[in-house]
């Protein structure tokens, strides 16, 4: 996934300026269907020490569940989409609100850990 920074551009105003890009290192995808059961095993792997996937792989499962569901009709209730479609979001969210471009462009993504808080409640909202 490639994203895009900019910042307030000076010299006119009301737009913004283009100052770089990154890229996630590649992962290895989470082979499960998209169903709740498996969005539950998934949350589980996400708060457990040892987990067999990094929280990268999690977020990206959650994005190919949340646009899957999108796309075709399903009995998915629409909490469980927007948990997987808030658990993408906030991966997102939390790499360019934590690490500036520089360390962006560097960063071992595999390495990087949501607060497991986020995952517990998570959890609970498609378990509810």
Known sequence: MTRFEFKPNKKKSGR????GSWEES???EIDLPFTKESMVTV????I????PYTHQEIAHWCDRFHLSCEEHDNDIAPAIIDVAADVDAQWDMYLSNTYNLEQLQSLKYSEIRLPV???KEWLSDVNT
């Open 48 to 51: 457990e020490e040892g987990s």
């Open 117 to 119: 808080e986020w995952f």
């Open 43 to 46: 949350l589980t792997w996400a």
């Open 16 to 19: 913004n300026q283009y100052v």
């Open 26 to 28: 590649a992962c290895k």
